[in-house]
């Protein structure tokens, strides 16, 4: 059968509990939880063993533009009200959490995490927020190795600035919530706001990606903590606003898409160039299709996902550019996609052997052993209860089992739509 009389692909599932439209996705969790965030305020966080919310609560008053995770409890929400939150969420948290979906019209006042940290940012130009972790060495003091035990190592946080947002860029330190750097807008080259952003760091160097409502996309890099950011990259791709951006696994280039049908693949400089030549896109492809934007790179950086205005999620190679699946599915504008991690940090649990009661107490009697007939029957009949209900629980912790280790080895790719529902695919 050829490839064009075969039926379209259709999703695994589709998760429905959102009553605007989705913005952004986001895994966690070494694969076991989804968060979906819409244009009300509402975040989701969903089981991707049982496909059921965990917990919902309102996290911001207007729109959220962008989620994260840092470590293993703590999720990043930004919102249009002009606030980067950070929530506490672990799973002795999740129980005292609301279950109720947007869509049914939960109370505002619903119980929510804990609330660690609340910054003030810039939502004007609609862009959210990047986040890597702080790789500058922390002191060595016993104080501080006691505190980075129990919290997760610093992280950065790039946004448009406050009060600028014709290219100035701020960098944020959290948990200290200090402003850790500034970027100052570029005065050779008229960019207009900041669109999109991506940061990543090691040792004391940062690099911070940024793509402008010119169409530029522009690399800064800082070597010294008390040196200042210098521009090593600039390229003018796309002739109309950056829509979204992403840096390879690999860190030796990144991505990017904007309102026209342009993707770019960029390299990603780390220090001025010894021949002073210009660096130049590694690849431009016109893909005929404009408005693809939520641009995400799978961890093996073999493929990359893009959720298109034409309510098509398209899929690429990283390394030629060619588009290799197109998802046909909502009826809508979409507008994010999220690859789950699919690296060996999240290994197939293997099932404990459980015990059963006659492995635990098994039953020995001597053929001259005087007891009473009706004794022992029931001894046997409560023995034989006693041993279907361990069968029993441990044939349901056997099923819990085997959907977390599936669905945390499954390679699941979530698209986020305006018709307020988020599919789900298992592909390549």
């Not at 600028?164 to 207009?192: F, M, W």
């Not at 004391?204 to 008390?226: K, L, N, W």
């Not at 290799?324 to 293997?350: D, M, N, Q």
């Not at 409560?382 to 361990?390: G, H, P, R, W």
Request: glycine share 4%.
């Amino acid at each position: 059968m050829s490839s064009e009389s075969l039926p379209p692909l259709q999703p695994s599932f589709v998760l429905r509990g959102h009553s605007a439209q989705v913005h952004a996705v986001h895994f966690l969790k070494d694969n076991t939880r989804l968060l979906t965030a819409d244009a009300e305020g509402w975040l989701v966080s969903w089981s991707l063993a049982s496909k059921r919310p965990v917990a919902v609560w309102k996290a911001h008053d207007d729109a959220i533009l962008g989620i994260g995770s840092w470590g293993q409890d703590r999720i990043i929400t930004h919102g249009r009200d002009s606030k980067l939150a950070v929530w506490q969420l672990g799973p002795d948290q999740e129980a005292s959490i609301g279950k109720t979906l947007p869509v049914n019209k939960p109370p505002i006042t619903t119980p929510h995490p804990w609330l660690l940290h609340m910054l003030t940012v810039n939502t004007l130009n609609f862009c959210q927020f990047a986040m890597c972790l702080d790789d500058m060495p922390q002191p060595s003091t016993p104080h501080a190795a006691i505190k980075a035990s129990k919290h997760p190592p610093p992280i950065l946080v790039a946004v448009p600035n406050t009060m600028d947002s014709g290219g100035k860029i701020d960098i944020y330190q959290l948990p200290s919530g200090d402003r850790a750097a500034v970027i100052h807008a570029d005065r050779d080259i008229t960019t207009g706001m900041v669109m999109a952003l991506n940061i990543q760091a090691e040792s004391a160097r940062i690099q911070v990606i940024a793509g402008y409502e010119s169409g530029h996309t522009m690399v800064f890099v800082q070597s010294d903590p008390c040196a200042p950011f210098q521009r090593l990259y600039a390229a003018h791709s796309h002739s109309q606003p950056i829509l979204s951006m992403a840096i390879l696994p690999s860190r030796d280039g990144f991505l990017s898409s904007s309102a026209d049908a342009v993707i770019a693949k960029h390299p990603l400089p780390v220090m001025p160039g010894v021949w002073k030549t210009e660096l130049k896109p590694f690849k431009v492809i016109k893909t005929k299709h404009s408005g693809q934007q939520g641009l995400d790179v799978r961890s093996d950086s073999k493929i990359f996902a893009t959720a298109g205005w034409d309510a098509r999620v398209r899929v690429y190679s990283c390394k030629t550019l060619k588009e290799l699946a197109v998802l046909k599915w909502h009826k809508v504008g979409c507008y994010a996609t999220a690859f789950a991690e699919i690296a060996e940090c999240c290994p197939v649990k293997t099932e404990p052997k459980l015990q059963t009661k006659q492995e635990e107490v098994p039953i020995k009697r001597e053929v001259d052993e005087e007891v009473p007939i009706i004794k022992q029957e029931e001894e046997e009949a409560k023995y034989q209860d006693e041993s279907a209900l361990t069968n029993q629980a441990s044939a349901v912790t056997t099923v819990q089992q085997r959907r977390e280790a599936k669905a945390q080895s499954t390679h699941w790719l979530a698209a986020a739509s305006k018709d307020g529902k988020v599919s789900l695919w298992d592909i390549y």
